[in-house]
């Protein structure tokens, strides 16, 4: 500390200084905050603000800098100082824009930019310069697991942007489930015919392209280390073992049609029923002539029924759309229609999903005379000569039966991710405890994962409850929860062909990402270019496994002594980790229970007889921030009575800063983060579950406290919520007047 030296720099632009008084904020920084040096400008953004600062840090030695002008998601550009930790205090969409016009809010106003000071002030006094990590790798090359078209596309794609790949491919032919088609549906104009796959040609490019190593007849045997280090095991079909090592992951095994063996009802298991995967070698056989069933019967009447084992509410079946099946039964019966325009072809379905251009390529199917009937089938049997289907039609609202030579089920598609890690946390519980079948168990689940990943938490990517590879659906849909390693295709979620080609080339370039931050030190999504790490201090280390067990990430294991090991590379800075840790000993540089505890600490907690409430918000930087920061854009009013302090996650909230903030005073504590559960918004996948699961255990804290459990909520906040979450905190304040302020004050 002793060659640190702090400063602070305060805004009076954008209406700031009509507004406040900022001769009173800088005593308060001088003073109170301990700010060896205190400046105000009239635009502190300005070219001339600018200077002001880079000439302290050239001329004063400034090394720590607090900047009280507008929210610290504004003029990122303007207030970047490069080897100077520096911390925001918001005044402007904080203060200005949300505390209600008038002289008789003068006041409040004030009180609320002076507490944002001295937050600003005290947050800086504990931040370290982060100056990334030091175990920087340089493997830049990047491994594809899968040689379908979304494993060879993003191949290609890594390997045309100057990265070395290498693909594994556990079968003799690259390819994949494209390799069966006859031919896709269409991806370019006029939409409205059936198009060459082109996966013969992508081969060929692949096969030839000097930056590609192809491993055919192999999968992986091993996976471990982390972006930059991936240590991998390629075993080959013949026994042997290549090492390897990349400095990233894409995932792009594919998926499997679900087997149509559990569709007796609809015919599966007969001989003149095809699901679609069945119907394209058919085709393939017949080459653009007559279709011939399997008994080599000429097909002269078809009927597709769409959903068949998907969109099931039952349990039974598929509860899922598979997307792509609509346009495939419909580009399926214009092969037969282009063989012979005779051929009686119906597709029956509930709802049709052509997204896109399937638009024009089902009006085209309808002036080739394929019937569209809406209807559910019921039952599908043989009947000598083909199938009878019966359904129900649902515009004439009756039953019906129909006859055809041949009927096609659309049936899904399931991905092929790996194991289950929900499974195999079970049974690694049961053989940990001795369980000898469980331990057998355990062994057959590794054998059969696809990754064979080494990682505490299991051996391949954890899924979505539908057995899709877990990515975050909005904003990183190719981001896994293992950092470096990224998922494409429909191992990802269902899509058709083109979509699967897309998705591959994000995944390639998300990988490339992954593989540049881990070389330079820096985070991963979603704070890239963050360049803390986490710091453990051993020695205070109780061994309980928290920080293990509750890493979204599985950045952290466990080393010889039990201890936890931390991946720096794998991890997101999250900062769950630190939340979990009972005893305190992991942290960030600019990023700790220190930084967040002392702005707790530093705001100025009125009298219970002057009666204003000081209520605390954490809340979590990806959602909620962004939405108080609208609210303010929006001037949507709430109560200067709140201050809101910005945190990585809501996972990494610790417990003790809200036992501390109840100790000294505050009335209430609202902490904001993402939506939770099955389609979770939030950004690190848990921190939102994990804080309402540690909150659900603070009642008894807060009871021993004399506390009602209402001065501590946990909220569920949308980045698009500026005007809900306005609402919520006036709501709160009335509630906490209602209950009282705390008897706590005083005491702190």
């Not at 796959?197 to 055919?216: N, Q």
């Amino acid at each position: 500390m002793a060659d640190n030296k702090f400063a602070a720099y305060i805004c009076a632009g954008c209406g700031i200084g009509e507004t406040l008084d900022v001769k009173s904020l800088e005593k308060i920084a001088q003073k109170e905050g301990k700010m060896a040096l205190v400046k105000s400008h009239p635009f502190l953004c300005s070219e001339e603000g600018v200077k002001t600062i880079q000439d302290d840090i050239a001329n004063e030695s400034v090394t720590h800098i607090c900047i009280a002008a507008c929210s610290r998601r504004a003029k990122t550009e303007a207030f970047s100082f490069p080897g100077i930790s520096t911390a925001r205090a918001n005044l402007r969409e904080g203060v200005l824009w949300v505390v209600a016009a008038g002289a008789e809010h003068d006041e409040v106003r004030q009180e609320m930019a002076e507490d944002y000071v001295r937050m600003g002030c005290a947050e800086v006094k504990k931040m370290i310069l982060p100056q990334g990590n030091p175990d920087k790798t340089q493997a830049k090359n990047i491994l594809v697991v899968g040689g379908g078209m979304a494993g060879m596309t993003s191949a290609i794609e890594a390997a045309e942007a100057g990265y070395d790949v290498v693909l594994v491919e556990k079968s003799g032919a690259l390819g994949g489930f494209a390799k069966q088609l006859w031919k896709r549906v269409p991806f370019s104009a006029p939409y409205s015919e059936a198009q060459p796959t082109g996966v013969e040609e992508l081969a060929a490019r692949v096969t030839a392209h000097p930056r590609i190593k192809l491993h055919l007849n192999s999968t992986l045997a091993e996976t471990a280390g982390a972006p930059g280090r991936f240590m991998i095991k390629i075993a080959q079909e013949s026994g042997g073992v290549s090492d390897i090592t990349v400095g990233a992951i894409v995932q792009a095994t594919g998926f499997t049609p679900y087997d149509v063996n559990k569709l007796p009802e609809l015919g599966g298991g007969q001989p003149n029923v095809v699901d679609q995967a069945g119907l394209e070698t058919l085709a393939r056989t017949a080459n653009g002539a007559a279709i011939q069933r399997a008994d080599g019967k000429v097909v002269n009447s078809v009927i597709f029924l769409q959903c068949a084992g998907q969109r099931d509410d039952s349990g039974t079946h598929l509860s899922y759309c598979s997307g792509h099946c609509c346009a495939t039964s419909i580009k399926q019966a214009m092969y037969f229609k282009d063989a012979n325009p005779d051929v009686d072809t119906m597709i029956l379905y509930q709802d049709l999903r052509v997204p896109g251009m399937g638009e024009d390529f089902y009006r085209s199917a309808q002036d080739k005379g394929v019937t569209f009937t809406k209807g559910k089938a019921t039952k599908v049997a043989g009947n000598g000569h083909g199938c009878s289907v019966e359904f129900k039609d649902l515009i004439l609202d009756e039953l019906t039966t129909l006859n055809a030579d041949l009927v096609v089920l659309a049936t899904g598609q399931v991905s092929n991710a790996g194991v289950d890690l929900d499974k195999w946390t079970e049974v690694s519980t049961a053989a940990e405890s001795g369980d000898a079948s469980a331990k057998e168990e355990q062994q057959r689940l590794r054998t059969t994962s696809v990754l064979k990943m080494n990682y505490r938490q299991g051996p391949d990517l954890p899924q979505l409850k539908h057995g899709f590879a877990d990515s975050h659906f909005i904003c990183f849909p190719y981001e896994t929860r293992r950092t470096g390693i990224y998922a494409a295709g429909p191992t990802r979620r269902p899509m058709d062909l083109d979509q699967a080609i897309t998705d591959a080339t994000g995944a390639a370039l998300k990988a490339i990402q992954a593989v540049e931050n881990a070389a330079a030190g820096r985070a991963s999504l979603p704070r890239v270019g963050d360049l803390s790490y986490p710091i453990v201090r051993l020695e205070g280390c109780t061994q309980c496994k928290r920080c293990t067990v509750e890493c979204p990430f599985g950045a952290i294991d466990e080393d010889e002594r039990r201890f936890p090991q931390f991946n720096e590379q794998r991890c997101r800075r999250c900062g769950t980790c630190m939340g979990a840790c009972p005893v305190r000993v992991i942290s960030f540089e600019n990023y700790s229970c220190d930084t967040v505890g002392m702005q707790i600490k530093a705001v100025n907690i009125p009298d219970e007889d002057e009666d204003k409430p000081r209520i605390l918000i954490l809340a979590c930087e990806n959602d909620a921030y962004p939405a108080l920061d609208m609210a303010g854009l929006q001037r949507q009013v709430y109560s200067a009575y709140v201050r809101a302090v910005p945190i990585r996650c809501l996972g990494s909230v610790n417990t003790i800063w809200i036992t501390d903030a109840l100790n000294s005073g505050y009335d209430g504590v609202m902490m904001m983060g993402c939506k939770r559960g099955d389609d979770y918004q939030c950004h690190f996948v848990k921190g939102s579950e994990m804080a309402y699961y540690r909150m659900s255990k603070i009642g008894d804290t807060l009871t021993q406290m004399g506390l009602e459990p209402e001065r501590v909520q946990t909220l569920e906040i949308a980045i698009t919520d500026s005007v809900r979450v306005a609402g919520l905190i006036n709501d709160y304040v009335k509630q906490i007047k209602e209950i009282g302020l705390s008897p706590m004050k005083g005491f702190g």
